[in-house]
């Protein structure tokens, strides 16, 4: 380990104002900073000490949270943890005063027990700073800094914290460094000039140009105001312009200095999903030799290496580019596009060699579920078909919104069938990415008898026959007097007015039945007939319209299956 | 539809199936009113009189001898007067809406789809031999953001800003022929609203060339004035 003293930002003739300090004499910043590191009454973000009197104050506070002025004896160190407002890794660590979630709902604090009860509180887990509302990690979740929100329906929900991997931090220098790694994608400067100088377009505007790059489809992208970013994998960071008639353009940023690769031997085998696999292995679990990422043939495909600089797409080793379970390749082989690899485990444990899953035997269960099933509370865990329920706090292979967080009576546990939704029985999402949703295999407890869904009162088959609809060309009512009160004459009958183009032969699709109102040529003004006034030859009939249908746009009776191709 | 599944029947009411008229599929379509069909333009190329095509409602099977089958003469063609490749078709007398028969939401004017939404597409079209032939068959893939799209290595700056990419990048399923005219619908809360008008692709299902639908929230002004006005 280095200096104790690396680890803090150094800023002289400044004096900060806390409430929440220790005092202590020592002799030099160093063993000041060994006070800060040991403090016990509050974390410590910083200290200050006084050459002349050699006085030494831990500090509760930093520039970030409290009052800064002039002080020309002392010296202010802070630890730089607290000033990066971006996250390391997964954030675990991260110490930034963030204080909403990424939809923008503030967050609720750590120390209180409304609108959310929680169970991380300051108390219980000290070590993870869970001070005032902060975005914090005290769990260690893959997706970052959290909190519980001020929204009684959100529960809890994720920051949109930037990372921080690959920025350089220079005593005194600003924490965001306007230089580059690889193609950019973790590049948070502030450039918001296009290579050819034009001014680039807020992400949050939609003008002058429409697109989809909002905060909402690519979290975790920290597009911010209009600084260039790379959210897409492209060559280098770009924005969308000002400029009308340029729709986008790359931006020139500097190239930082290139790290080498993350994993030393690691490189050589894999850990976890081998996503920094370094090796040369060049074949795929079945056997067939890889496809170099640098060609389009047996298999065109978007991974291009120049792309794609820090995902070392070198020749045709297996790669892991894009956060597969293992690496994997494109194949020579023209019927395989792509394959998982088999590689060495780093920890010695049997290379992870990817079977086919072998559907295990659907579990026969005797239970039974009352009604419709929504207040099953069993453990079947198979559908109809014999397909394994996906969990229901897993968003593989199907993302979803039926969770506990918006279904709290539905005990949602494990991948029990259940039926949050009120559907006719018991349902789960299924682990086969084809299939989205199935029911489940269950009978109901008072015998099988097949439930039909109750038809909605609604709608029904047939239409209306007293009314209808637009010109009523469909009237099959039994009207058969016109509007001036004359008695229609009958379809089949030639008198006493003769006609040989309306009749029942003649259109039998019309429903020109004995002498009722009809539309046979669909006329505007709606079911007429011929009379038996001998001075009329036909009459309009007042037929009154139906009132619009109700219904709901968009929404089908029955469930889609949804099933999605990966 | 290539690959992609046999979908629940009836599972998808304002699909609708635009006929000649003596009755062979050629096109798919969407209801957006009881007497309003959304399809594309291109599908009526072959003759512009509405007597020379059928609607048919409610069905699941091609064949179409489900009882719930509506079938509908056309009154009117609406070409998008812009050539882009969207039209709307008013059927002689509204279809009756039943369990079978229900109309798709339509987007709000200029609503943003982002990329990675994931959206379905239906229809009775070719499946290049996989399973479902004549059933009405579906499936789905994330919306592809045309800046993405247009890259030399997709639809190399071929899709205009009036249209919207979605597909899977390595392919495997895809619309194909048959199945133009017919939605592409995006689920937003618990209903689903028609994004995309099947319009065009380069083959089906190919890897780095997903399929390219007409951006219906442009045109939601043209859509109710043509309602409105007729």
Redesign the interface.
Known sequence: KGDILDDYLRTDGVWILTRNKEFYSTNNEKECAEKCDAEINFNCRGFLFTKKKLQCLTLAENTKTTVVFHSEDAVLYEKKIYLLQCKRGIGKDYRGTEAKTWRGIPCQKWAEKSPHNPNFTPEKHPRAELEENYCRNPDGDVRGPWCYTTDPATRFDYCNIPECEGQVMQTGEDPTVECMECNGEDYHGNVSRTESGLECQRWDA?EPH?????L???PGKDLKMNYCRNP?GELRPWCFTMSPTK??EYCNIPRCTMHPPASGLGSQCISGNGDDYRGRIAITASGNTCQHWNL?FP????W?PDRYPCKNLEENYCRNPDGEKMPWCYTTNATA??EYCTIPSCDGKEPDTPAVDQPEQAQATEECYQGNGVSYRGTASFTITGKKCQAWNSMSPH?HNKTSEHFPNADLRQNYCRNPDADSRPWCYTTDP??RWEYCNLKRCNGNVQMTLP??PQ???E?NPDCI??????YRGTVARTARGRTCQEWSSQTPHKHDYFTPRTHPKSGLEKNYCRNPD?DVNGPWCYTTDPRKAWEYCDIPKCPP?Q???????????????? | IVAGCISHPHSWPWQISLRTSYGLHFCGGTLIDPQWVLTASHCLEKSSRPSSYKVYLGLHEERALETSVQKRDVEKLFKEPHRADIALLKLRSPAIITDQVIPVCLPKENAVLGGREECYVTGWGDTKGTPGEGYLKETGFPVIENKICNRPEFLNGRVKKHELCAGNIHGGTDTCQGDSGGPLVCLDQDRFVQHGVTSWGLGCAQPMKPGVYVRVSNYIPWIKSIMENN
């Open positions: 939609q429409m697109h989809g790059y909002t909402k489809h690519f897409d729709r986008w389009q298999h065109k495909h978007g291009i596009r792509w993302r084809s299939v038809k909605p709608t029904t088959l239409p609809h637009s010109n009523g060309i469909d669909g249908t219904y709901e746009c968009g929404k089908a009776k029955t469930r889609p299956k949804l099933c999605a191709q990966r």
